[in-house]
DNA sequence: GTCTATATCGAGATAGAC
DNA sequence: GTCTATCTCGATATAGAC
């Protein structure tokens, strides 16, 4: 429990984290991490038992890491509708990464749902983190009926168009897409909010 | 090119196509088609050079898979109209495989976008053939402003629901969202298309 | 705590018998 | 054409020196 191996284990997560959201979890190696951080294979193990123990660490980092940032966006923006364009927007500040290696969350689900892997059920919790914040956003514009339905929606479709991106490596495609998602939240989610 | 190698390699090809669905192109390996096709692992390389090889040649079955299937769905509809729902409704009838593996195209383009595997073009062009077609359904109904980016919105929909219900194996969200799909295509794509 | 050395396993791929 | 036997490599993981 020493500092200095403290502070190693959080470089190593820190890597790890970025190794995984670009060449997925699998495909990446204890090597891969271990050159990354700059330290031997051998002193992985001292920081963790297995690779599973790794991907654990990993999605609680991810975890915290989004509650922290929506705190942050709470704090930057009182008003929840520019919140939720700040949310929708996130693809595109990102759009170089997201073009390149997807979405950090969705495509990591995908990756264990594919091979059946037990952390499936924490890694979408990152997804229920947004869909909370989600709803209070909602709710605090007055949006009162299917709220937690809504949310999900703005989710899923966030994810589409983020995969498709991904696909097709198409940055304008991403760009076009948010921009009319603007307009559903506009036209048809807080159609009868003005404040 | 004996008929008999032929349907070998056809077998092999079928399921390989399986197992890179259900397991994950990385994950699934020769052994496993081997042992699924009740074959040597050796004789494997008498029909397929590499591992990469026989990628090829699933992406190619499901590409020529797809369009025979949308040949069927023209001759089964002549109402473009219910071509689109049965398109919609295509998550639905698989609803089983798409909460355990997502969607065939989608999640086999995110694997290949983050191993940044070559391969990623080809495999893209799934969503090609369905683009084509929606387009020429959208056009047929009469809908001839934004057609192409209609297309591809629809694409990015119910890939988005789909991956979020195999994210959360989910069969109630994806039957509520492939409803309302059904709602969006009828109230603002084809809200002027009575026929 | 961090290292080197090594054990073990399963993967893709090849050689050659039949 | 299909098989068995084998090569090679890189992966996770362990043992033990420092």
Redesign the pocket.
Known sequence: ??S???A?RQRIITAADELFYQQGYEN?????I?DAV??????????F????EILIAVIDARITGIELMLNEWNKKFIDPRKRLYYYIDMPLRNQENICLHGCPVGSLCTELAKTNHAMLDDANKMFIVFHGWLVIQLNLLGVNKNVKKIAMQFIARVLGIVTVANAFKDKSFLKQEIKQLKKWLDDEVLEFCHQ
């Open positions: 429990m020493g200095k191996g403290e190693l990446t190696s204890f090597s891969d271990a700059g330290i031997s294979r051998g002193n992985f193990y001292y920081h038992k297995s690779k599973d």
